[in-house]
């Protein structure tokens, strides 16, 4: 009844830039926190930024100062713009949000992923 969509992911040579997106639909009352994990092989899923309704963020000392995390509260959209990309920021990335459905029920939801890939 609620999904994220994910978009944005490619494959980019060091020092390059993406920017992923993650829309919401459905029925949804309101979203409380969204963010962005990855996963890289024969690693565990990681958090890389969030972002509270209210705009306050929160990012992997990994990505500080390469990635920004925003979203539209009217879109029910949330990005991340990933620049001076490196070859270990390779890896599936998953945007996440916590939302109330029309009927009060909170439900923590990820969408389905998307490949970003960084050559030397």
């Known amino acids: 009844q609620v999904q994220l969509v994910e978009s944005g992911g490619g494959l980019v040579q060091a020092g390059g830039s993406l920017r992923l997106s993650c829309a919401a639909s459905g029925s949804i009352f309101s979203i409380n926190a969204m963010g962005w994990y990855r996963q890289a092989p024969g690693k565990q899923r990681e958090l890389v930024a969030s972002?509270?309704?209210?705009?306050?963020?929160n990012y992997a000392d990994s990505v500080k100062g390469r990635f920004t995390i925003a979203r539209d509260n009217a879109k029910n959209t949330v990005y991340l713009q990933m620049n001076s990309l490196k070859p270990e920021d390779t890896a599936v990335y998953y945007c996440?949000?916590?939302?109330?459905?029309?009927?009060?029920?909170?439900?923590?939801?990820w969408g389905q992923g998307t490949q970003v890939t960084v050559s030397s």
């Open positions: 996440n949000a916590d939302i109330y459905s029309d009927y009060g029920l909170l439900i923590h939801y």
């Open positions: 972002i509270t309704s209210g705009g306050n963020t």
